[in-house]
């Protein structure tokens, strides 16, 4: 298995950034870069998360990396800073919040020739990932996004398996993924809901909450570690998890931009 770190310690919270997809949807672009390194606005696409996960108090993240993944670990390396940084910024952080983001580096393409998808993937960095840990796609923006404490609180408090965010249908998926309806203690929990159902869905930000149960039996039948690299997407687990109504959800009102094709990097570059 090969992950790297500079630092390895018990976190009371992380992060599992997904940046292993190959961006078939952004060719030419993707031939050469990985997507998570194109530049939005200046910034490489995943900085923008490393950024908001730093300035959120989370010390670590774990980064999958498959096509032209050594470009990223080269980018990045092992430890991330916000640089430059105010006195009183400084003074803020080193209070309240670490001051560098310790990455850790899930080489699906280097281990098994290609990336493992979602829940695979997942799986495969689990012993590097706490108890309860974000996951965020790197091909996604959302500058205002804040991965605070209080939600981690609510989170571990609710005992629920999973937190997502949910966003309005974009143009390119105009059906949504999930629906909403209120549950228990205030939480409103994801619904898998049947075709024909007539309520409304909202699309999946890509950015969550988890508990490491949904990766282990008896909802995920992989091996720990994911040893064999069994590809697996997360939809499955997830929806199963909302049947049995472990799963809560809120709705996300930022900018939300999924950069899946050329038109639309070029609509945040404009």
């Known amino acids: 298995m090969t992950m790297t770190s500079s630092a390895r310690q018990t976190r009371p919270i992380t992060a599992m950034l997904l940046a292993a997809g190959r961006g078939e949807r952004m060719r030419p672009l993707t031939d050469t870069c990985p997507k998570p390194l194109l530049q939005v606005q200046g910034k490489h696409l995943m900085q923008w998360h490393l950024e ?27 430890v991330f800073s916000l640089k430059p940084l105010s006195r009183l910024r400084e003074q803020l952080l080193n209070a309240e919040h670490p001051s560098d983001l310790t990455i850790v580096y899930s080489h699906e393409g280097q281990d098994f020739g290609g990336a493992l998808e979602t829940a695979g993937g997942i799986v495969r960095a689990l012993p590097e990932l706490a108890e309860v840990f974000w996951v965020l796609a790197g091909d996604v923006f959302t500058p205002g996004f804040e991965f605070a404490q209080t939600s981690v609180d609510r989170f571990v408090a609710s005992g629920m398996l999973a937190h997502l965010w949910l966003v309005p249908n974009p143009a390119h998926n105009p059906g949504g993924d999930f629906g909403l309806q209120p549950g228990a203690d205030g939480l409103m929990l994801a619904l898998n ?11 999946y930000s890509t950015i969550g909450l988890y508990r490491r149960a949904l990766f282990e039996a008896p909802w995920c039948d992989i091996g720990a570690g994911n040893p064999q690299g069994i590809k697996a997407p997360l939809a499955p687990l997830l929806r199963r998890a909302m049947d049995n109504q472990q799963v809560s959800a809120e709705l996300y009102a930022g900018p939300w931009t999924d950069v899946g094709t050329p038109q639309r990097l070029a609509e945040l570059n404009a």
């Not at 996960?53 to 990045?76: H, K």
């Open 52 to 78: 908001a996960l730093l300035r959120g108090g989370c010390p670590q993240v774990v980064v999958n990396t498959a096509w032209l993944g050594t470009q990223i670990a080269q980018t990045f390396n092992d």
């Open 193 to 203: 809901l049947p075709k024909d159902d007539p309520r409304p869905r909202y699309t």
